[in-house]
């Protein structure tokens, strides 16, 4: 049994971070027969049905858009191959409900395309209709298939150059090369981005609810706030954390895999084949739609929005939205990064399986969507505030009132929850990379633990310190449906506003809370673009190496 203050705070943190999780499983499993059947009779096999449907479609998009648009910079030359092997990666920074507010202003029946088109061409031509699931299917593929488009470009890049040549000398065709040779090759990586999209996927709320597409994350909030309906809401959380947890687990069973296909690749880098004539357009045309309908397109909608209104949207209530935005986002960096430094850090003075798996559970929220880490985190809080007044009041005869619910403590509580494993992997990594050899000198020197994590680990780890803020800071910038359901009353942020305004199409409204927060979403992509793609999504990314 380890008696070190590290590792006794260190359980006690992860067992309050596992609160709305174990909450969540609890009253799945012990709901009333009459809740099941009030689920069955009504909804629940329609919500299946649309979530297994809407993850279907998400998951082969991203595959298709990812891996071929993945194959195009690695295996060919063409004009502007560098540019866009970058800039490909920046619809990350577009929430699915930005672009979808500004898809369904500009193509909705009454949006401004349609109402062009039916004015030139007649009132009888038929157009998409985009509030449907082929249009939340699109703008979902849009938003998430960076994440496949990373891990399969670094799988085709590290893929052994001699089995690709051996290939093409017995006559495969690069089409055959691609499919019969290279996806199967990276088939492990490919996985973790598909699954990682549809985990992004089932933990969407704010997309989903624009297009009027109901899945678990919209019927989790009706129930609680419409209908008031707390037990079905909870047994809905309880179903979506079953589908999360199953992802969970395959992503990272999956990573396993493919960390051992990909130390097999070759050092000799793979020679590109230059493109000419028709062939070096498309090639050049695929990745600029691509990148205009996905980036340039809805960026550029939403600038011209906030410049033709901006004395009427810049004015009292945005600088109270960005100020409520920063403070909550600052404090629950702040508040994360402290304990992600804690695990991190007894993860190394305690290597092994017990902590191992501490600290992999206790990172696990990035994979629950919010609504679900909300709603398990609202009846532990609420308890918490019974507790503490019904003592308050026997000892003092003073009621403190809410203090974990509707409160910004309530907020921090469950961000801290949902993106823990964000800074918890940047700094694991950065200070996994520090030889142990310096811990062993300040040892035989008399430094404790706390001073050789002061004056020797944390200088080393600074950059991954304020990598993991950053992206922790833009994470709950952009987070929607925990928000709804924890804020205090009267308090708004820029997602929260977003999603009032676009509730009423109010569409022009909601652009410049939306620029605001796609500009402070360009950071970290920015980061990951300079980066090169070679450390990409491992602040995403859940399962942490073994040490050998």
């Given amino acids: 049994m380890h008696k070190s203050p590290w590792f006794f705070i260190s359980v006690l943190v992860c067992a309050c971070l596992s609160i709305p999780i174990v909450t969540i499983l609890f009253f799945l499993f012990r709901a009333h027969l009459e809740v099941w059947q009030y689920l069955w009779e009504t909804r629940l096999l329609e919500l299946i049905w649309n979530t297994v449907r809407l993850a279907f479609g998400v998951g082969l998009g991203t595959f298709l858009l990812g891996t071929s648009l993945a194959w195009l910079v690695v295996m060919y030359q063409f004009p502007g191959k560098n540019f866009f092997e970058g800039t490909l990666l920046l619809p990350l920074a577009v929430p699915g409900y930005v672009i979808g507010f500004v898809f369904l202003s500009q193509w909705d029946y009454t949006g401004t395309i349609p109402m062009l088109l039916r004015h030139s061409l007649g009132r009888d031509i038929w157009l998409p209709e985009i509030r449907s699931y082929p249009g939340v299917v699109l703008v979902l593929t849009l938003v998430l298939y960076p994440y496949v488009y990373l891990l399969s470009r670094a799988a085709f890049r590290e893929q052994n150059v001699t089995l690709l040549e051996v290939a093409i000398s017995l006559g495969k065709s690069r089409k055959q090369l691609y499919w019969k040779v290279a996806l199967p090759m990276a088939r492990p990586s490919i996985a973790i981005g598909v699954l990682l999209a549809l985990m992004e996927t089932l933990a969407d709320f704010g997309t989903v609810e624009i297009f009027s597409y109901d899945t678990f994350t919209t019927a989790i909030y009706q129930q609680w706030f419409g209908m008031f309906n707390k037990a079905a809401a909870i047994q809905l959380a309880g179903i979506l954390l079953?589908?999360?947890?199953?992802?969970?687990?395959?992503?990272?069973?999956?990573?396993?895999?493919?960390?051992?296909?990909?130390?097999?690749?070759?050092?000799?880098?793979?020679?590109?084949?230059?493109?000419?004539?028709?062939?070096?357009?498309?090639?050049?045309?695929?990745?600029?739609?691509?990148?205009?309908?996905?980036?340039?397109?809805?960026?550029?909608?939403?600038?011209?929005?906030?410049?033709?209104?901006?004395?009427?949207?810049?004015?009292?209530?945005?600088?109270?939205?960005?100020?409520?935005?920063?403070?909550?986002?600052?404090?629950?960096?702040?508040?994360?990064?402290?304990?992600?430094?804690?695990?991190?850090?007894?993860?190394?003075?305690?290597?092994?399986?017990?902590?191992?798996?501490?600290?992999?559970?206790?990172?696990?929220?990035?994979?629950?969507?919010?609504?679900?880490?909300?709603?398990?985190?609202?009846?532990?809080?609420?308890?918490?505030?019974?507790?503490?007044?019904?003592?308050?009041?026997?000892?003092?005869?003073?009621?403190?009132?809410?203090?974990?619910?509707?409160?910004?403590?309530?907020?921090?509580?469950?961000?801290?929850?949902?993106?823990?494993?964000?800074?918890?992997?940047?700094?694991?990594?950065?200070?996994?990379?520090?030889?142990?050899?310096?811990?062993?000198?300040?040892?035989?020197?008399?430094?404790?633990?706390?001073?050789?994590?002061?004056?020797?680990?944390?200088?080393?780890?600074?950059?991954?310190?304020?990598?993991?803020?950053?992206?922790?800071?833009?994470?709950?910038?952009?987070?929607?449906?925990?928000?709804?359901?924890?804020?205090?009353?009267?308090?708004?942020?820029?997602?929260?506003?977003?999603?009032?305004?676009?509730?009423?199409?109010?569409?022009?409204?909601?652009?410049?809370?939306?620029l605001t927060i796609v500009c402070a979403a360009l950071v970290p992509v920015v980061l990951l673009i300079r980066l090169g793609g070679s450390m990409s999504l491992k602040y995403k990314m859940s399962a942490h190496e073994r040490d050998d």
């Fill in 242 to 514: 079953i589908f999360t947890l199953i992802l969970f687990y395959f992503e990272g069973k999956t990573r396993g895999q493919a960390k051992y296909y990909q130390i097999h690749g070759s050092s000799r880098p793979h020679t590109p084949f230059p493109l000419k004539g028709k062939k070096a357009v498309i090639a050049v045309l695929y990745p600029t739609v691509v990148l205009g309908i996905a980036f340039v397109y809805p960026v550029l909608v939403l600038g011209i929005w906030v410049f033709q209104g901006l004395s009427d949207q810049l004015d009292y209530r945005y600088w109270n939205l960005l100020g409520n935005t920063m403070t909550v986002a600052a404090i629950t960096g702040i508040v994360a990064i402290s304990l992600a430094i804690l695990f991190a850090y007894g993860k190394r003075l305690f290597p092994g399986k017990f902590m191992y798996g501490l600290t992999r559970f206790a990172s696990m929220g990035y994979a629950l969507p919010g609504s679900v880490i909300a709603v398990g985190a609202l009846l532990p809080l609420s308890v918490a505030d019974q507790w503490i007044n019904l003592f308050s009041e026997s000892w003092f005869g003073q009621s403190w009132g809410l203090i974990f619910t509707g409160s910004m403590l309530g907020m921090v509580f469950a961000y801290t929850v949902r993106f823990l494993a964000v800074p918890f992997n940047s700094i694991d990594t950065n200070l996994t990379a520090i030889t142990p050899t310096m811990d062993m000198a300040a040892h035989s020197l008399g430094a404790h633990k706390r001073r050789i994590l002061q004056e020797i680990h944390f200088p080393l780890i600074k950059s991954g310190v304020i990598t993991g803020f950053i992206i922790i800071f833009v994470d709950v910038m952009k987070e929607m449906p925990a928000t709804l359901l924890l804020r205090p009353f009267g308090f708004n942020t820029l997602a929260t506003r977003i999603w009032e305004l676009t509730a009423e199409a109010y569409w022009e409204d909601a652009a410049l809370p939306a």
